[in-house]
């Protein structure tokens, strides 16, 4: 019995009995349910009932943990940047910048199995940052900000202790950070049992890269720059045709910021200036611009492709000029592609239709390849990966320019590229 003199015994911090400990708990369950969410549909398409009904709650209920879903989005990408942050620092304990990299996307796999196995909170990938409120925007920028400069302290290292062999700096490691979002989206299709046997060729690819000659210049730029102008200016022609694009372009660039339950024709509408008539004359509702849109990715991307088999005369030249290519339609005027997480918003039959659009820009990707390594261009790779990869970098590249914007196109697709090409080095 406690004598009147006796004090009260402190209150253990890590009780999960006390309010705050379990008002924490309660409010991390919920910010890793809807950072899954988020990852699967987008953060503007997922409500606050679905997050509810994952948690087997009331919508009711998360009121008192968050008050409304901008607030939600914001803790959610404000822990992912934490999670990231904790994992470069890391990775950083690695002796060189070159293994700093490799070791930081081998955590970042173990990391997401442990998600599997429930044994750590999902974080949601940084897609729909320019939608948050002001203040919240600033915050997630700064963070992010940060994030990309420790990546790229892990690139300067290498080039200053020798491990790494790249011409830049900045566009290397957009490249490399990009390709952490990416691998989000990469490693379900991977699945729990095929990991130990795919990250060592994740590993060995950006170690050693895809060309058989650690040449960083192989493809002329002459070659390239000669069909530069045909191939960025605009696919269709007529007055008609022109208008359209201007709705696909807008639509394209609202749905990667917004998400598809994010877009209205409200939107669409007051970005062009233009009347909801105008919208109705050109495209049939909101379902049917997204199709357009990835009718319009596609094409692009096919159009691109072709030219690299009919210009290119080694494998690795036509994968160069086709992934410098996109990557020049994604920095210029003619406007962005539309990001392929966004399919799974497309009608059950378009989104079949357009699998099989995918699966086409993938066939060609591996026959660009398979030539490579028959005449010599490309080295062995694991051909899976490489094609993963490269669509992945062509996904993250729409947000080159928001680092970068002054770059000529042409050198920071090479410069982009170069550690998947050409590999870290060293």
């Not at 087997?56 to 989005?73: C, F, G, M, P, Q």
């Not at 239709?353 to 490579?372: E, P, S, T």
Request: charged share 25%.
């Amino acid at each position: 019995m406690r004598t009147p003199n006796q004090p009260l015994a402190a209150r253990d911090p890590l009780s999960p009995f006390g309010k705050p400990a379990n008002t924490d708990r309660k409010r991390g369950e919920i910010i890793s349910a809807a950072s899954e969410l988020f990852n699967a549909v987008g953060a503007r398409t997922t409500t606050l009932q679905d997050v509810a009904e994952s948690l087997n709650k009331t919508k009711t209920s998360l009121y008192h943990y968050v008050k409304t879903k901008e607030e939600l989005i914001f803790l959610c990408y404000r822990q992912s940047c934490i999670a990231i942050g904790e994992l470069l620092e890391r990775a950083d304990r690695a002796k060189t910048g070159r293994t700093k990299i490799l070791l930081t996307y081998h955590l970042h796999a173990m990391d997401w199995l442990e998600i599997q196995q429930g044994k750590r909170a999902h974080w949601a990938v940084l897609n729909e940052i320019p939608l948050l409120a002001s203040e919240h925007r600033e915050e997630i920028e700064n963070r992010y900000i940060k994030l990309v400069l420790k990546m790229r302290s892990f690139v300067v290292l290498g080039l200053q202790d020798g491990s790494i062999s790249l011409s830049s700096r900045t566009p290397a490691a957009l490249c490399v950070f990009g390709l952490l979002g990416w691998m989000n989206a990469w490693l379900p299709n991977v699945g729990v049992k095929r990991l130990e046997a795919t990250l060592p060729r994740l590993g060995e690819l950006l170690s050693s890269g895809i060309a058989a000659e650690h040449d960083h210049a192989p493809l002329s730029a002459t070659l390239l720059a000669k069909h530069e102008h045909s191939v960025v200016s605009p696919l269709r022609k007529s007055e008609h045709d022109l208008k359209l694009e201007a709705f696909l372009r807008s639509g394209t660039r609202l749905f990667n910021q917004c998400g598809y339950k994010g877009v209205s024709v409200d939107l669409i509408t007051q970005s062009l200036g233009v009347t909801k008539g105008a919208f109705y004359y050109y495209i049939k509702n909101k379902d049917d611009l997204l199709d357009q849109c990835f009718i319009r990715t596609f094409s692009i991307i096919d159009y691109w492709q072709n030219h690299a088999k009919n210009v290119g005369t080694t494998g690795l030249e036509m994968l160069q000029i086709a992934l410098y290519g996109l990557f020049a339609t994604q920095q210029s005027s003619d406007g962005i592609l539309i990001r392929s997480a966004l399919m799974q918003s497309l009608p059950s039959d378009r989104h079949l239709v357009h699998n099989v659009d995918l699966k086409k820009v993938r066939q060609n990707f591996i026959f660009m390849i398979r030539k490579g390594k028959a005449d010599g261009s490309i080295r062995e790779t694991d051909t899976s990966v490489t094609v993963n990869v490269l669509l992945g970098l062509i996904d993250s590249s729409v947000d080159y320019s928001v680092w970068r914007p002054e770059d000529n196109p042409a050198d920071a697709a090479r410069q982009y590229f170069e550690p998947v090409l050409f590999g870290l080095g060293g």
